[in-house]
Structures are given as C-alpha cells and as structure tokens.
C-alpha cells in the first residue's frame, strides 16, 4: 500500500473526536426532542444535493477536484432551533499524480438557528473507501477507513419547501498501519427540499 504524504505520520485518534462528538450530540438531541415537538409541528423530512469544491492538503500528489453528497433525514423544528438528522452518500474526486478518488457514507447531523436565514454547524462520520494510482503505473489500489467531516454552513430559505446555501468542511478519510490520512478541505453550495409531514 501507499502512503500518502502528508504533515503526520498518522490520524490521532483525537482528530476524530469533534467529529463524532458533533455527530452523537445532535443525533442524540433530535431523538430526545421528537416525542414533544411532533404535536405542535410535525416533523419534517429534508432530501438534497451539494456540490463541492474540493482541495486536498495531503501534499502534490493530489491537487483540487469536484464532488458531490445526496443527503436525506428528518428535521425538527424547536423554536429557533432546527435540527437535523441525516444520511449522506457522496463521490470526490482529485486531480494530480495519484488521481484519488474517494467513496462514502455517513451518518449524522446538522444543527442551525434562524428560519429564513439559518446558519448552521455540521458533522458525520461514516465508512469511505479511497481509490489510487499506484506510483509505479502498475494499478489502481483502493482502501476503506473511517471517515468524518465537521463544517458550517448558511441555507437561506428562498420558498416554503426550499432552501439554498454554501458551505465549507474539514474532510477526512482515517490512517491505518500503511498509509497516512487523506485529508481534504470542501466548499460548495447545495440544495435542499424540504418535505411536509402534515
């Protein structure tokens, strides 16, 4: 296997914390939430897409790229707070000499304030797998690891059902025994319809 090169030798176990801690913390709010606030406004089901600009720091093997996430889950409303729960699945891909290409899924969650404009953080973790050129232009290699994001964002809500908005995360697929971190930074816009539970 290769190792990528990148500023540590390996992903510490800490650098994953924020991320799960984010991810446990609102998914843990919205399930504790759910019985009271569903009789005063249903819960509501939110489906949508980003798309992403993507620029890896894990050294001139990889460069910038594009991707996209589908995401779907349940929000409630709680007074000016919303959360969110949600899946996501998404495809990165990089530009240099590795050519990387990442594959994910996650689970977690968002938490905003606000109703027509609604600034929010976010975090998922998840299982990735990581496609590569292999230096010596034998193969493509592959590896699956955890991964995790944690980033913020700001939807503005432009009709009833549907909000647009940016955003911007911290991106990361973990280190094992052979290989460093794949690391990388995304910004993007995306959209999002927001469905009635009524």
Known sequence: MIAFPSRAAALPAARLLPCFGLSLAVTTLALVALPGSAAADP??????????????????DSSRGAGVDVFFGPRIDLAILEVTTELTAGFHDFAGDLDPTVY????GGSLGIGAIIRPSVFAH?????LRFNDPLGLDREGRANVTADLGAALDFTILPLVDLGIHGSYNVLGADD????FEWLQAGAHITFVLDGA
């Open 43 to 60: 819960m509501r089901t939110v489906i949508g897409v980003d798309l992403n600009f993507n620029d890896s720091v894990i050294g001139e």
């Open 178 to 181: 052979d290989n460093d971190a």
């Open 104 to 107: 994910r899924a996650m689970a």
């Open 125 to 129: 973790i998840g299982v990735g797998y």
